[in-house]
Structure formats: structure tokens, C-alpha cells
């Protein structure tokens, strides 16, 4: 995972049975695919293993991927994958994904999860994250929605599944963790075709203020002083229906 610099913004779990209380909070089978992305020396990839059919492990940094292709040499069911997850073609099948990601490329790495067809996306996500990051992509009425939170929120479901404390950590981080869980909508806000064209929108209302006043959010039925960070994602499709 692009690490000439993830060397600044990984950390890794190496408790064994927290990794698989972490596993717990999800909905990962025994007949899954799941994707593992910057495995590191495989902790989480080898608990992963021993709960799913088969696990895709990306590390490209090399001595990381040294140390991964060794610990999995018995684990017959551990695909390891020397790529950039960023550059990876998805899988065809359905597949589910866990994995703690490199703090930097948490925003990269879910616009790639979430922008593709829904024969590409997957049937889950959990991913180890910033606090700060999860609860801005987590729309709530106690703080502000990112823009990445906003684009979407029509089509995944997102909740913390679990604060993690900093010393679970080899380095302990800097800053506080969660396991961030999203899920695709079963019923979608708006249809996947709008997809592009309602981001644009969201995009253009978060970058220019101009632009978001010129919206007449008084007939959705929205107060005109609230900023685009603090609606709803029902009132955003309101907002993009009538644009």
C-alpha cells in the first residue's frame, strides 16, 4: 500500500483474540471471500483464514510482503497478492472486505470499495480507521458529515462497530481508532446510474459556498442556514432532485 510513506499512518493489531473479536462484529461466514489490504505480516489475514473460505492479501512493501508470504505458507486458503490495492482489479465474485488500513489512504481506499458496479462492490466493508474519519463519514446530528460521507450515503449504510484503544497497536497511534463498518443500502436512496452525476453535486455544494446558496433549499423543506456538512442524506437527495 504505497509504502514509502505508510510507514507514517500504519499500525498494526497483533493480539490474536482481539483480532478475532474484531472479526466477531461482522457478518464475514465461513463460505467467504474476504480481501484483506495492507496485510503487514499477516495477523489479521491468518485469523481471517481460520473464519472464511478464502482470504486475498495485498502488501507490496517489501519486507511486509516477505514476512506475509512466510507466516502464510500453511494456510492453503491465503491468496497473497504483492500489488497496490489502489491498482487492483476487484473481484468478480462477491466478496466481503476487513482489514486496517493504512490511515493515509483510508478516504483512497473507500471511494475504490464504493465506486464500482455492483457486480465489483462489496457485500460488506470493515475497516480499522481514524475515530475522526469514521465519524465523518457516519452521518449523525452531533457532528459535521464530510463530503466523502455525503457522496455516499445514498447507497451504504454506515456505524462504529468498536472503539479500539491505542495501545491494542504496534506502534500505539497517535490518535484514537474504531472498526467503521459499511454496508450497501437494501433499498438505495437514489438509483446507482445518478451516482456520478449526485457526487458532482455534492462535490460542487461542499467546495463553493456560492453554489450551495443558490439552491433553494426553503422548498425542501431545509432551513437555509444549515451547511452542507450538516444534512441528512435524505435532505441532500431532496436537495439533488431539484437541482
Not at 482481539?18 to 464475514?28: C, D, P, T, V, Y
Request: hydrophobic share 40%.
Amino acid at each position: 500500500m504505497r509504502r514509502q510513506v505508510a510507514t507514517h499512518s500504519q499500525h498494526f493489531l497483533r493480539n490474536p483474540r482481539l483480532i478475532a473479536e474484531l472479526i466477531g462484529h461482522s457478518n464475514i461466514r465461513r463460505g467467504d471471500l474476504v480481501i484483506d489490504i495492507g496485510a503487514g505480516s499477516g495477523a489479521i489475514t491468518a485469523v481471517l483464514a481460520h473464519r472464511c473460505r478464502q482470504v486475498l492479501a495485498y502488501e507490496n512493501e517489501p519486507g511486509a510482503l516477505n514476512k506475509l508470504q512466510q507466516n502464510m505458507r500453511r494456510h492453503k486458503n491465503v491468496k497473497v497478492i504483492a500489488q497496490d490495492f489502489l491498482l487492483a482489479k476487484l473481484p468478480d465474485e462477491p466478496y466481503k472486505v476487513f482489514a486496517n488500513i493504512p490511515f493515509h489512504l483510508s478516504a483512497d481506499i473507500v471511494r475504490k470499495l464504493t465506486s464500482n458496479n455492483e457486480m465489483h462492490a462489496p457485500r460488506s466493508i470493515y475497516l480499522i480507521v481514524q475515530k475522526q474519519f469514521a465519524q465523518k463519514i457516519v452521518p449523525s446530528d452531533r457532528h459535521f458529515t464530510s463530503q466523502l460521507g455525503t457522496q455516499l450515503a445514498p447507497w451504504w449504510q454506515t456505524r462504529i462497530r468498536r472503539p479500539l484503544r491505542r495501545t491494542d497497536f504496534t506502534p500505539p497511534p497517535a490518535v484514537d481508532t474504531v472498526l467503521l463498518e459499511l454496508k450497501p443500502r437494501p433499498e438505495p436512496l437514489l438509483p446507482t446510474l445518478e451516482r456520478d452525476e449526485y457526487q458532482s453535486f455534492v462535490a460542487k455544494c461542499y467546495a463553493s459556498q456560492k453554489v450551495f446558496a443558490t439552491i433553494p433549499r426553503a422548498k425542501a423543506g431545509i432551513n437555509p442556514e444549515r451547511k452542507p456538512s450538516e444534512l441528512t442524506p435524505e435532505e441532500w437527495v431532496r436537495l439533488y432532485s431539484m437541482s
